[in-house]
């Protein structure tokens, strides 16, 4: 199973968007609804932001939004803060039912 | 709150075995399936393997397919990855995750695992 694929660095001013892609299959994005992001800060635990392409777990800043077109799911970042520079993962249940994630983004607040 | 605390690793040999604990609380244990997830140092998360609630199903990533075994023992509320013939290419912080309708809703802090010699 191969990882998802994500750019490995997006930057941005505070109060900026941006969005990061993650691209995958018919096998894996593509063919259900259960693709999540998670947030990792260094030496961190990664912690749950979005589930089901788009929904957000409770206590999670609506600055943050996911949604999903074909093979790619997209997380979108409104309102940079600096609390926000971490590394960002992408994950997919897929078809042969094991899970697979992205190779994360680097996510720079300038 | 739920809490899920990993212990076992270490420095180990290659072709060598070790066995990861993963300790739950704050949460009914046997209602959940679970799951081992793993980062090699500076990389990215990579899915390892997924236990049914009842441990009666289990499922691996390829490459540790034979050679890691996931179980459980819900009356320790407590999630286990036995590892074996250990490769320098298993070394990675391993993280157990509860599961909870195909997402990894919550996250241990890790135990990391060295395979050298």
């Known amino acids: 199973q191969s990882a998802l694929t994500q750019p490995a660095s997006v930057s941005g001013s505070p109060g900026q968007s941006i969005t990061i892609s993650c691209t995958g299959t018919?096998?894996?994005?593509?063919?259900?609804?259960?693709v999540s992001w998670y947030q990792q800060h260094p030496g961190k635990a990664p912690k749950l932001i979005i589930y089901?392409?788009?929904n957000r777990p409770s206590g999670v800043s609506n600055r943050f939004s996911g949604s999903k077109s074909g093979n790619t799911a997209s997380l979108t970042i409104s309102g940079l803060q600096a609390e926000d520079e971490a590394d960002y993962y992408c994950?997919?249940?897929?078809?042969?039912?094991?899970?697979?994630f992205g190779g994360g983004t680097k996510l720079t607040v300038l | 709150e739920v809490q899920l605390v990993e212990s076992g690793g270490g420095l180990v040999q290659p072709g060598g075995s070790l066995r990861l604990s993963c300790a739950a609380s704050?949460?009914?244990?046997?209602?959940?399936?679970m799951h081992w997830v793993r980062q090699a140092p500076g990389k990215g998360l990579v899915w390892v393997a997924r236990?049914?609630?009842?441990?009666?199903?289990?499922i691996y990533a390829d490459s540790v397919k034979g050679r890691f075994t996931i179980s459980r023992d819900n009356a320790k509320s407590t999630l286990y990855l036995q590892m074996n013939s250990l490769r320098a290419e298993d070394t990675a912080v391993y993280y157990c995750?509860?599961?909870?309708?195909?997402?990894?809703?919550?996250w241990g802090q890790g135990t990391l695992v060295t395979v050298s010699s």
């Open positions: 995750a509860r599961d909870s309708r195909y997402r990894q809703d919550y």
């Open positions: 704050g949460f009914t244990f046997s209602d959940y399936w």
């Open positions: 236990i049914y609630s009842d441990g009666s199903s289990t």
């Open positions: 018919s096998s894996d994005v593509g063919g259900n609804y259960f």
């Open positions: 089901d392409v788009s």
């Open positions: 994950s997919s249940y897929t078809s042969s039912s094991t899970w697979v």
